[in-house]
């Protein structure tokens, strides 16, 4: 083989691995995309590239398989739901302290579930791991609050808070009954 047969042959093989490199790199950012939806894109922006997006996001992926995230016991699903119903009702009479009290109710329920309850933003980023679709509704909401505690909400605001509100407490209430339904949702989340 001459030397320019060897050079061939060597660009050929660059080449090859750098398609298939390219490939790789395209199904992670894909399966990413597709298992975390707009939290993947978030995430993107907040830290600037998709390969930091990438190693933030699997650090959290491994920070929440660590947890012993269970489903709600039917009783204790009963006292949420019906916490809930509380909750929503007071809403009528007193809308500042309907939307704290969802906030301290959505913590509750994180709590019993097995999620560590820390501050706001650790929550969050734990939640986006199982609930990648509604987390940003808790953002959302949380926001609102945040300006409610700086006076600067409507009421109006604060009936889209606990909309928002409502949508992860649905999500969080509604999983799986069994323990293994709930690994194997988070299995199908991961790997799907």
């Not at 993947?40 to 012993?68: I, Q």
């Not at 709590?111 to 808790?138: C, I, K, M, W």
Request: proline content about 4%; overall charge negative; charged content about 30%.
């Amino acid at each position: 083989m001459t030397s320019t047969e060897m050079v061939l042959v060597a660009l050929v093989v660059a080449l090859a691995a750098l398609l298939i490199w390219l490939w790789m790199r395209t199904r992670r950012v894909a399966a990413l995309k597709d298992r975390f939806g707009p939290e993947y894109e978030r995430t993107v922006h907040e830290v600037g590239d998709e390969r930091k997006a990438a190693t933030v996001l699997a650090s959290r992926e491994k920070r929440v398989a660590g947890y012993t995230i269970k489903p709600l016991p039917d009783d204790m699903r009963g006292h949420f739901v019906e916490s809930w119903h509380q909750v929503q009702a007071q809403f009528v009479d007193d809308p500042k302290y309907a939307v704290t009290r969802a906030d301290d109710l959505l913590g509750e329920v994180m709590r019993v579930r097995g999620y560590p309850v820390t501050d706001f933003d650790h929550r969050a980023e734990d939640l986006s791991v199982d609930h990648p679709q509604v987390v940003q509704n808790y953002r959302s909401a949380h926001d609102i609050a945040v300006r409610h505690s700086r006076g600067e909400a409507s009421t109006e605001d604060l009936r889209a808070a606990m909309i928002h509100y409502r949508t992860l407490f649905d999500d969080l209430v509604n999983e799986p009954k069994s323990d293994r339904g709930v690994e194997k949702t988070r299995q199908e989340k991961s790997h799907g």
